[in-house]
């Protein structure tokens, strides 16, 4: 077996995708790496973000260059933040937790999912008022008040409300492994004391969201918006920001990627609301082309998981300090010394050209 670096000395990330699947069982590998059906969605996040080419501008005096942002008033060092994954417990067992410490050691946020194994309390004690639920809705409007009440206790900034996947895809690359994901016996850990019933996301509506986003004195971001009638939507219903997303790839097959729609959702929804994106993201580079699109900050999902598989809290960590390097080179070379100045002069649409090492993303 070839012999990797351990996490601090992890040069780039494809090391980091490397280690990983070197640490990882293959079947836990697979159920991360799948997309929905054949996996087009999932391609298609990638192709469309190699076509978006970044256009540099010289001679700006870049010699002091801050990446800083902010998302609902949480400051952020760098727009990057921890999408929320269920199952990340494959890949850490501290997973929540590990996640929270590690967006804390690096001044940005997590978003803990409410199937982590870690008590919800102890992932938001990592950083009071930093990270943020995301919510699966298991339940009634009395079920999801309980909760909403929990996470308000729990010291929480904020409510991310998973709405794109009413049932679970078939993923071929899983399926073929033969590996199946669930929560352990009695559901999950956190849920068990209120219960659960996932038949309730194919019932969840619009009004229902409504009422969900008046229950609760947190801002709420709603989460797998693709198309403008949804973003304003969701904005009409009271949501504080929209949180654009495809899940990965992994719930429709031959849907639109995230960044082809990005813009044109900004615009719909206005200055006013702030926007989150993620599917695809791996690069610094590629944060920056969302940035110039609009978006306030980027979620990294299975680079996530391959962090923590690659080593715990230290990997996600690593992980991490590579994408804010990469952020910070770019936005110097392209001329941008805030994110506020990467504007959309500074991408346009191009051919599509392959990286020069492998990745699996």
């Not at 982590?116 to 992932?123: F, L």
């Not at 009271?238 to 992994?250: D, E, F, K, L, T």
């Not at 300090?321 to 080179?329: A, D, F, H, N």
């Amino acid at each position: 077996m070839t012999t990797r670096p351990d996490p601090p000395d992890l040069a780039t990330i494809d090391e980091v995708i490397a280690l990983a699947r070197d640490r990882t069982d293959p079947g836990a590998y697979a159920w991360a790496a799948a997309g929905a059906g054949q996996g087009v969605t999932l391609a298609r996040n990638a192709i469309s973000l190699n076509q978006l080419a970044l256009v540099p501008r010289v001679l700006r005096d870049v010699e002091h260059v801050d990446a800083g942002s902010s998302l609902l008033g949480v400051p952020l060092a760098f727009p990057v933040i921890l999408a929320p994954v269920g199952a990340l417990a494959l890949y850490d067992r501290d997973d929540g937790v590990a996640a929270g410490r590690a967006a804390t050691d690096m001044s940005t946020s997590a978003m803990v999912s409410a199937l982590t194994t870690s008590p919800w309390e102890e992932v938001a004690a990592t950083s009071l008022g930093r990270h943020f639920f995301q919510l699966y809705v298991f339940g009634d409007r009395d079920w999801t008040s309980e909760v909403l009440t929990r996470v308000g206790h729990a010291g929480f900034a904020g409510v991310c409300v998973t709405v794109d996947t009413p049932v679970i895809a078939r993923r071929d690359r899983s399926l073929e492994a033969r590996f199946t994901w669930s929560t352990p016996p009695g559901g999950a850990p956190n849920l068990r004391s209120h219960g659960s019933d996932p038949g309730y996301r194919t019932r969840h509506s619009w009004s229902d969201l409504q009422w969900l986003i008046s229950a609760t004195d947190l801002p709420v971001i709603v989460k797998g918006i693709m198309t403008i009638d949804d973003a304003r939507a969701a904005v009409e219903a009271g949501a504080r920001a929209v949180y654009v997303s495809n899940h990965g790839g992994r719930v429709v097959d031959h849907s639109l990627s995230t960044i082809e729609v990005l813009a044109e959702i900004v615009d719909a929804v206005g200055s006013e609301v702030q926007v989150v994106v993620d599917s695809g993201f791996t690069r610094g580079a590629e944060v920056c082309k969302a940035l110039a699109l609009g978006a306030r900050a980027v979620g990294i999902g299975r680079l996530q998981c391959w962090g923590l598989a690659a080593g715990g809290r230290a990997g996600l960590v690593r992980v991490l300090e590579l994408m804010r390097e990469e952020i910070i080179i770019t936005m110097a070379n392209i001329g941008c010394r805030s994110v506020d100045e990467i504007t959309r002069d500074r991408v346009r649409w191009s051919n599509a050209a392959p990286p020069d090492g492998p990745s699996d993303l």
